[in-house]
């Protein structure tokens, strides 16, 4: 059989924690960076459907296609260490400190992924500064600022959105992850992770990575965005939503009621 129960699931969560944690600063960097790449991608790919059909349903159908390549190549998206590394900590395999430098290490080579590829689409996109506008162009800058001083011009309230909205986005980035172990064949694992990540593109949840990416590429295209509309407005919140939505949503309750302790 190739479907995995639940119970082994969360033992392979918590096998996967340790080993990331294990892993040192070159491969969380490297495997970091590739997948900011990668996920830019996949985003630019989503973007370029939405305005060549003008469906953005069609975008977030064909956008799984990114964190495909990422799982399946063993690489590294802070998002998801997000859920593992936590119940590796709650299983006491790894300390804290392990924890959180690989967190911080993977989220920089994210980081570093992300802006390589964005200034890379852009000197494609604009043929190296002699095109000023494509409708790609156009619906990046607009997404840029939507996710930044469009939560601005609310205020609290925007900051309470776009937190909560980065929460939904993780349950369903790390049921992504999950669910890939839940099968063990190639086909199973794509179309297991393929729901959960459709789901939370499609209705415009915000994820840290993707916005490492989709900010700063409408920034280099001339969006309405200071860096610091980005980090504050965006990056900064987004990014302790997906770990609270991560942690709490998928590691630690999928832990909580399926985790069984060796006789």
């Known amino acids: 059989m190739s479907y995995v129960k639940p119970d082994a699931v969360v033992n392979q969560m918590i096998a996967a924690g340790t080993y990331k944690a294990s892993l040192g ?16 991608v996949a985003t630019t790919l989503a973007i370029t459907a939405a305005t ?11 956008f799984p296609v990114g964190f495909v390549m990422i799982v399946l190549l063993g690489l590294e998206l802070v998002t998801g260490s997000f859920a593992l590394l936590p119940v590796a900590f709650a299983q006491k395999k790894i300390g804290f400190s392990k924890m959180m430098l690989n967190w911080t290490l993977v989220f920089g080579g994210n980081l570093i992924g992300s802006l390589l ?37 609310l205020g609290g309230d925007g900051l309470i959105t776009v937190f909560t909205k980065a929460m939904l986005c993780n349950w369903m980035v790390t049921l992504g992850v999950v669910m890939a172990l839940t099968s063990t064949t190639t086909i199973g694992k794509i179309f297991a992770m393929w729901l959960p990540i459709l789901t939370f593109f499609a209705q415009g949840f915000e994820h840290a990575v993707v916005n490492m990416f989709v900010i700063p590429a409408g920034m280099i295209f001339g969006a309405n965005v200071s ?15 997906n770990i609270f939505g991560g942690m709490l949503f998928t590691g630690l309750a999928l832990y909580i009621t399926h985790h069984k302790e060796d006789e």
């Not at 491969?27 to 790449?37: E, N, T, W």
């Open 25 to 40: 600063a070159k491969d969380l960097l490297v495997r970091g960076a590739l997948s900011g790449a990668l996920l830019g």
């Open 52 to 62: 060549q059909t003008h469906i953005p349903l069609v975008g977030a159908i064909i």
């Open 117 to 153: 590829y964005a200034v890379l689409f852009a000197i494609v996109t604009t043929k190296f500064g002699n095109v000023d506008s494509t409708p790609v162009i156009e619906l990046i800058k607009k997404i840029a600022e939507a996710k930044t001083i469009g939560y601005a011009h």
């Open 227 to 241: 860096f610091s509309d980005w980090w504050l407005w965006n990056e900064i919140p987004v990014t302790l939503g």
